[in-house]
C-alpha cells in the first residue's frame, strides 16, 4: 500500500506535535515537581517555575488532544502555533525584563527554550500549510 503525499505530511505533522506535548511535558513536570532542583540551577524561584510548569502541562495536553484528532484542523494547527510564538517571545524577553534574577544558566535555558519553541512553531506553521 502506498501512501499519499497529503497523508504523509500529515503524519510528519503529528508527530512533530505529539514530540512538542513531549518536550512541554518533560519541561513541564521538571518546573512543577522538581523546582526545588532547578531553582539554585536556574535562579527561576517557584512563583515562576510552578505556574510556568502548570501552563507548560496545560500546553502538553493541548498539543496531544490536537494531536490526537482522527483529522487534523488547520485552525487548530495555527493556533498551536500562534500559542508557541507567544510563548518563545516571552521566554525570549524574560531574562532581559529585571523580574527574575536568573542565574547564567538560567539565561541560557530561557533563550534555548525559547529558540526550540520558535522551530517547533516554525516547522509546525509549514505542516499546517499542507493541511486542506
Given at each position: 500500500m502506498t501512501t499519499t503525499a497529503p497523508a504523509t505530511?500529515?503524519?510528519r505533522l503529528r508527530t512533530l506535535l505529539r514530540q512538542d506535548a513531549a518536550a512541554c511535558a518533560a519541561?513541564?513536570?521538571l518546573m512543577t515537581a522538581g523546582f526545588a532542583l532547578v531553582d539554585p540551577l536556574l535562579g527561576l524561584g517557584p512563583a515562576w517555575a510552578v505556574p510556568l510548569g502548570v501552563y507548560l502541562l496545560g500546553c502538553a495536553v493541548a498539543?496531544?488532544?490536537v494531536a490526537g484528532y482522527p483529522v487534523?484542523?488547520?485552525g487548530q494547527v495555527i493556533g498551536v502555533v500562534v500559542n508557541n510564538a507567544v510563548?518563545?517571545?516571552a521566554l525570549a524577553a524574560l531574562p532581559f525584563t529585571g523580574?527574575?534574577?536568573l542565574t547564567v544558566a538560567g539565561v541560557v535555558v530561557m533563550l534555548g527554550g525559547a529558540a526550540?519553541?520558535?522551530?517547533?512553531a516554525v516547522l509546525e506553521a509549514a505542516g499546517a500549510k499542507r493541511l486542506a
Open positions: 505530511a500529515e503524519a519541561f513541564g513536570l498539543l496531544a488532544l487534523l484542523v488547520r510563548a518563545a517571545a523580574l527574575v534574577d526550540l519553541v520558535v522551530l517547533f
